[in-house]
């Protein structure tokens, strides 16, 4: 199983591996049970884990940076179900974080999705495109499905901001 393939589901809990999608939706298949069914997008939304971003004090930083943090730390998990004792957590493991734009509820979100992707023994990491020929680097392009309604500092919600289109001249013959 493979991080880009992984997705949260707006309104099931959990991981799930996008099995195929369809214009009306996805299969989809449960890391924890192993469950496997359709969730239809007219009902709910799929966000990637590859396209979420996490609010810092600088520079937004992909959920993958917040992953290995946690990985490289020596700091034992924390019951998710403390507020405090995650916020004191990701204060010591992610001290950039913007405590104020991401909430309690999302740092319970990384932790147990985390979990679930350690027992699951999942590689964590970003999927990049091969190099061409001219040696240029190609980066994938990170595409979310979520929902403009959700708050931004939702985890599942933020995305990237849409590149702005540049107007140029034309000729005149």
């Given at each position: ?25 996805g299969i989809v298949k449960s890391l924890e049970d192993k469950s496997t069914k359709f969730v239809s997008n ?132």
């Amino acid at each position: 199983m493979e991080y880009n393939k992984l997705v949260a589901v707006t309104g099931l809990s959990g991981l799930f591996e996008l099995v195929s999608s369809k214009a009306d939706g996805g299969i989809v298949k449960s890391l924890e049970d192993k469950s496997t069914k359709f969730v239809s997008n007219r009902v709910h939304q799929f966000s990637h884990l590859e396209s979420i971003e996490i609010f810092t004090t600088a520079d937004n930083v992909n959920l993958v940076d917040v992953f290995q943090a946690m990985k490289n730390s020596s700091e034992k998990l924390p019951n998710a179900n403390d507020n405090k004792e995650t916020k004191q957590y990701f204060e010591k493991v992610f001290p950039t974080m913007d405590f104020e734009r991401v909430y309690a509820s999302d740092m319970k979100k990384m932790i147990k999705w985390f979990d679930v992707l350690t027992k699951q023994g999942i590689d964590i990491k970003l999927s990049e495109l091969p190099s061409d020929d001219l040696g240029n680097d190609h980066h994938t392009e990170k595409k979310s499905t979520s929902s403009a309604k959700q708050p931004a500092a939702n985890v599942s919600a933020v995305k990237n901001a849409p590149a702005k289109k540049i107007n140029t001249p034309r000729k005149m013959a």
